[in-house]
């Protein structure tokens, strides 16, 4: 007894955004009323949430059920389906990336600097450090929860660098360092 008809088995990656938490989830169906998503590790107590796309369109959603890892969640206003669907961006297929602050460390050959993480996504993170970085460097970053992560240097601006990690993070992995990161307990 649905509202609207679902496409299912899309598989595409979006984030859960509470009040206080930013969380990758996999979409399972859509509809132009709502969604399910599967989760990898428990989620804090929160009634809405704001779904955000790959292509970086936002939604806000009430939760209707939870039942393990699976979620449903219902659009506080109908939504243009083909757009969800097409997903059009001006970024191609860019990965979810999950926005936080968070210290680490960033190691290159002899020296170590104080850096920032901004977001993380499972290719690569922006960070922000007051040192002038050269382009091109292979690093490797370290934080709490996160792994020790060798990455290149791809761009630079305004005091914050791109970096790409030379081994890519599963989805599942990802969601549980970032959840981690953010100090939610799982």
């Known amino acids: 007894m649905r509202a609207a008809p679902r496409v299912g088995l899309l598989i595409r990656p979006a984030k859960l955004i509470s009040p206080e938490h930013q969380f990758v989830c996999v979409i399972r169906d859509l509809s132009e009323t709502g969604l399910s998503v599967c989760v990898f ?4 107590d929160c009634s809405e949430y704001t779904i955000e796309f790959q292509n970086g369109d936002q939604i806000k959603a009430e939760v209707m059920w939870r039942d393990g890892d ?3 969640l219902q659009f506080m206003e109908r939504a243009d389906l083909d757009r969800l669907i097409q997903s059009p961006s001006r970024f191609g297929k860019r990965p979810i990336r999950v926005e936080f602050d968070c210290p680490a460390i960033l190691a ?3 020296r170590d600097f104080s850096v920032r993480i901004c977001d993380i996504s499972g290719q690569g993170a922006k960070i922000a450090c007051d040192e002038h970085l050269m ?3 292979s690093v490797v970053l370290r934080a709490a929860h996160l792994p020790s992560t060798r990455a290149k240097i791809r761009w630079r601006r305004n005091g914050a660098y791109g970096l790409v990690f030379e081994d890519t993070l599963q989805m599942s992995e ?3 360092i970032v959840a981690a990161m953010q100090h939610v307990s799982l």
Do not use: D, V
């Open 174 to 176: 990802l969601a549980r």
């Open 70 to 72: 699976r979620m449903g």
């Open 108 to 110: 290159m050959p002899g």
């Open 41 to 44: 590790h428990a989620l804090p």
């Open 135 to 137: 382009l091109a460097s």
